[in-house]
């Protein structure tokens, strides 16, 4: 199980942390996500870190701006936002993929097995 927490309402320049709860499973095997969604849009890929190995991809719209990162004696990954934009408005989910591999490709939905329910991130201009 996932569970997200940290989203709410800030301004457009500010900062919010993000903080995915991982439960269950041998947290080094994993693979986890964060993912957005904005009303009427595809869901899009934000970043992903191997709990392994620390390696990280971020899409490139956030890169430069958020940070993923793990602690995984917490079972937590963090998403760090600062400089937010009013087009960071979204739900945010992180995700798991129980999997050694691990490669850009997880900057999609397809290799994620598990869900978290979302948070709603909302930055006014």
């Known amino acids: 199980q996932l569970l997200e927490s940290g989203g709410g309402l800030v301004q457009a320049g500010g900062s919010l942390r993000l903080s995915c709860r991982i439960s269950?499973?041998?947290?080094?095997?994993?693979?986890i996500g964060w993912f957005r969604q904005a009303p009427g849009k595809e869901r899009e890929g934000v970043a992903c870190?191997?709990?392994?190995?620390?390696?990280?991809y971020y899409g490139d719209s956030v890169k430069g701006r958020f940070t993923i990162s793990r602690e995984n004696t917490r079972r937590t990954v963090y998403l760090q936002m600062n400089n937010l934009k009013a087009e960071d408005t979204a739900v945010y989910y992180c995700?798991?993929?129980?999997?050694?591999?691990?490669?850009?490709?997880?900057?999609?939905?397809?290799?994620?097995?598990?869900w978290g329910q979302g948070t709603q991130v909302t930055v006014s201009s």
């Open positions: 870190i191997n709990m392994n190995d620390r390696r990280t």
């Open positions: 269950g499973g041998i947290i080094n095997d994993y693979t």
């Open positions: 995700a798991s993929d129980f999997d050694l591999l691990f490669g850009s490709y997880h900057l999609t939905p397809d290799p994620y097995e598990t």
